[in-house]
């Protein structure tokens, strides 16, 4: 099978399991990340890079199961999509490997359980999905930031995809303006603890604490704790593999509603629908004026702190 014949059908067998983007990118165009692939599979040429979506009404839902739920289905298409692209390579007789989206991932010093072995951000920015985002995450023309993101090593030698030629962020710093965290600054810089410890509340350092708890405190305290509402979420954490309880950098983008409505051929009109009240952090009126680098984007550009704008999607 020639190269390209390799690579749509690939493609297919992706977009067939739960994939809606599809990327690709030779092993050489991810130096950062050669070692650990050459150590996950010593003969991979190419990293095929696969997307999926997210549910925008359950990102958004104010009932946080709703995106949790979500986001256990947006792992699992990523997971499908991967593992059974990975076996057709592999029924070609090219040695593959469906590498996690998340986790399982190196608990081990120096990682920690911080820092995957491919990160998917910069493999989708190398395989032509889309940008990095103010957010840090990567933002695609499609679907926004509201994707998951996971791929194939495999030995198949197959040819690269461009980096895409456009900046899909915006700029317009809504997802810094909805850390509830204060973790994010822009240029994709984020204080790492801050936003852990939100969306990890009841995930391992809930459990580590506990644990410490219930050998320290006095034993009235620890029956407390043992009846109390955090070991029943940390038990639901456990059981779904799912622990985020923060999405807003990620739900909020405002490229997310846009894509999807022009990915579904409806139009789309930004609209300056509501105001901030005055910056209620200091210095980041600051920030969002140098931000403020496109004036067609609808900002008021007041120093009374109106300087923000929502996306309005017309219809559906
Ligand atoms: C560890 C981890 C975290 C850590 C650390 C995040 C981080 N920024 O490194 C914590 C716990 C804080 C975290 C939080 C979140 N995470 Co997380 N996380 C990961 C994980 C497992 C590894 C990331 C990693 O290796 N980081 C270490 C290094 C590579 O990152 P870094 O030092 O910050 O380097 C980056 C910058 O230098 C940036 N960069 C370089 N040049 C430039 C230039 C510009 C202009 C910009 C903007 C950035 C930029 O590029 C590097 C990344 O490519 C990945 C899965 C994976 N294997 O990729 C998911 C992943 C990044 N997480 C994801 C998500 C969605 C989240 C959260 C929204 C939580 C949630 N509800 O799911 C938040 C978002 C926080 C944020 N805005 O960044 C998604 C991102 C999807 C997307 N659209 O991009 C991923 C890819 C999981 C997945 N498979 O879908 N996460
Ligand atoms: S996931 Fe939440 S806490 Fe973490 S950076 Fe994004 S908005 Fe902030
Ligand atoms: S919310 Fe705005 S600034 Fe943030 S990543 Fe999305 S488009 Fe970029």
């Known amino acids: 099978m020639g190269q390209n014949q390799l690579k749509a059908d690939a493609k297919n067998i992706a977009l067939e399991n739960g994939a809606d983007l599809v990327g690709f990118v030779r092993v050489s165009d991810l130096p950062e990340h050669l070692e650990d692939m050459t150590r996950i599979l010593p003969t991979a040429q190419s990293l095929v890079v696969v997307a999926a979506r997210h549910s925008l009404g359950a990102m958004t839902s104010a009932v946080n199961q709703m995106a949790q739920f979500d986001t256990i289905h947006a792992y699992d298409e990523c997971a499908r999509a991967a593992h059974r692209t990975a076996r057709f390579l592999e029924s ?34 190398r395989a032509g999905l889309g940008s990095y985002g103010e957010n840090g995450l990567l933002v695609t023309r499609e679907f ?32 810094i303006e909805a850390c509830p965290a204060e973790a994010l600054t822009g240029e994709g810089k984020i204080n790492k603890k801050r936003c852990g410890d939100r969306i990890f509340e009841y995930g391992f350092r809930f459990f580590k604490d506990l644990m410490a708890d219930l050998i320290q405190k006095p034993e009235a305290e620890a029956q407390e704790l043992l009846r109390g509402h955090g070991l029943r979420e940390m038990w639901q954490t456990f059981m779904t593999g799912n622990y985020y309880y923060c999405f807003k950098c990620q739900s909020q983008c405002h490229t997310n509603q846009k894509s999807q409505a022009q990915t579904c051929g409806h139009s789309f009109q930004r609209t300056q629908i509501f105001y901030y009240p005055p910056c209620p952090i200091a210095g980041r009126g600051k920030l969002w004026a140098s931000k403020r680098s496109k004036p067609s984007l609808g900002l008021t550009g007041q120093r009374t702190g109106t300087w923000s704008t929502m996306a309005a999607r017309t219809h559906w």
């Open 92 to 125: 070609a007789g090219l040695p593959s490997v469906a590498v996690p989206a998340f986790i399982p991932i190196d608990m081990e010093n120096p990682k920690r359980g911080m820092r995957g072995e491919i990160c998917w951000r910069r493999a989708g920015v």
């Open 144 to 175: 926004g930031a509201a994707i998951r993101i996971s791929g194939i090593l495999t030995s198949a030698d197959l040819e690269g995809d461009p980096l895409l030629d456009k900046d899909v962020c915006d700029h317009c710093m809504r997802c």
